[in-house]
């Protein structure tokens, strides 16, 4: 996710708030599978239910931004 964030983030197609989230969902699934790893207790702390919700929120808002919006390029890009 960490990749396509970035390019989400620095294309000019898309918003930048839908790369940010993307790449902040990469850290959320990756505290999400350590945790659940290493901490025994993790399932039942406040962080376990608000890790991976920049990763809901950017995957979800990219899926619907892309049907609703289509990816909209520029008209210097259509013209070559």
Known sequence: MLPFGYLVF??????KLLGVLLMLGCFGYLIEVFGRILV???PQSMLADYATSPAALGEIGTCLWLLIFGAQVKESVRNG
């Open 40 to 42: 025994p207790a993790y």
């Open 10 to 15: 620095k294309s000019d197609m898309l918003p």
